[in-house]
């Protein structure tokens, strides 16, 4: 394959009709949508259990993101993260000025 040709292949719009392998150095828009969110369920799942939120505090931080005008597509507009990604983890906290998350916030939250 010549340079120009493949200069010409950067370019081009993904081939999508055959099913696409995980392949860790891809970009998310690289990879179906489908693919992408069972990776994330799956990270999630398997995190250290140190790191997260029982499964009760969990539930009612996405509630509340549910309830949030922030929320668009599984995605926080102020933080820019996948809530359910966010919400896991003990560390974090809502990123509002007046968080969202206030009485399912731990101490020592990172913003
Ligand atoms: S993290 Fe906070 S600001 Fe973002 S969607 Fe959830 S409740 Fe809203």
């Given at each position: 394959?010549?340079?120009?040709?493949?200069?010409d292949?950067?370019?081009?719009?993904?081939?999508?009709?055959?099913?696409?392998?995980?392949?860790?150095?891809?970009l998310?828009?690289?990879?179906?949508?489908t693919?992408y969110?069972?990776?994330l369920?799956?990270?999630?799942a398997?995190l250290?259990?140190?790191?997260?939120?029982?499964?009760?505090?969990?539930?009612?931080?996405?509630?509340?993101?549910?309830e949030?005008?922030?929320?668009?597509?599984?995605?926080?507009?102020?933080?820019?993260c996948?809530?359910?990604?966010?919400?896991?983890?003990?560390?974090?906290?809502?990123?509002?000025v007046?968080?969202?998350?206030?009485?399912?916030?731990?101490e020592?939250?990172?913003?």
């Amino acid at each position: 394959m010549s340079i120009e040709e493949r200069k010409d292949q950067i370019g081009a719009a993904p081939d999508t009709s055959e099913p696409r392998r995980f392949c860790r150095k891809c970009l998310t828009r690289e990879m179906e949508q489908t693919e992408y969110f069972r990776t994330l369920h799956e990270y999630i799942a398997h995190l250290d259990a140190d790191l997260k939120v029982d499964s009760e505090v969990y539930e009612e931080r996405l509630a509340l993101c549910k309830e949030c005008e922030k929320l668009y597509q599984g995605m926080c507009r102020i933080c820019g993260c996948y809530v359910e990604l966010r919400a896991v983890m003990k560390k974090n906290g809502c990123p509002l000025v007046k968080p969202m998350w206030t009485r399912v916030q731990e101490e020592n939250v990172a913003y």
